[in-house]
Structures are given as C-alpha cells and as structure tokens.
Nanobody, 118 residues
Framework: VQLQASGGGLVQAGGSLRLSCVAS????????MGWYRQVLEKQRELVAT???????NYADSVKGRFNISRDNAKTTVYLQMNNMQPEDTAVYYC?????????????WGRGTEVTVSS
C-alpha cells in the first residue's frame, strides 16, 4: 500500500485547510485509515480515524473542528480542518491499517506540514 498525502500549508488562526490522502496498491484489505500528527521532539499523536464501515474517531483536541471522511471508492481519505489554532501546527501523516486473516501491517505516508499562525 502506498499513501500520498497533500494539502498542508500555512493558515491563519481561525482558518481552514483540507488534507487529502490517496491510497494505492492492495487497498481492498485496508480496514482503517486515519491522520496522525507530530510536533518536533514529541510523540506522534492520533488526530482522527475512519474505519472501512465509516465509523470515525477523533482526538478530543479536534472534536467539533475537524472532520474525517472517505470517498465511496475508499481510495482517498480527507481531513477537513476548521477553526484551526496554533496548537494544530504539526506535520500530519496519513495512516492505513491493513489486515488479512493471518497478518496485519501499518502503512504511513510522507508527512505534510501544517502551520497555523496566530
């Protein structure tokens, strides 16, 4: 599985950005896709995930502001980020959990940088 993320950039506080992550390869076995973020010298943290069935999960810090979604073909996952704050500044990584009956793997895309100015 390959993951190609895009959409990062610079935005002012209160503004919006939309991240996209396109999955290719053996995507039929992807069970969860999501977004994580990392600030230098800190651990990577979960932002939001969406399951194959469409169930979503959000970090408390982004609930009500961010929305994760997938397209019908389940090849692309989006992260709509609204009312962004300086603490949202981070490198955002797309993630996919891939599983068969006897093994599982986690795939990561390259990060896309998001900067929110105050």
């Amino acid at each position: 599985v390959q993951l190609q993320a895009s959409g990062g950039g610079l935005v002012q506080a209160g503004g919006s950005l939309r991240l996209s992550c396109v999955a290719s390869g053996d995507i039929s076995r992807i069970v969860v896709m999501g977004w994580y973020r990392q600030v230098l010298e800190k651990q990577r943290e979960l932002v939001a995930t969406v399951t194959f069935s469409g169930r979503t999960n959000y970090a408390d810090s982004v609930k009500g502001r961010f929305n994760i979604s997938r397209d019908n073909a389940k090849t692309t996952v989006y992260l709509q980020m609204n009312n962004m704050q300086p603490e949202d500044t981070a490198v955002y990584y797309c993630n996919a959990d891939w599983a068969t009956w006897d093994r599982s793997r986690i795939f990561w895309g390259r990060g896309t940088e998001v900067t929110v100015s105050s």
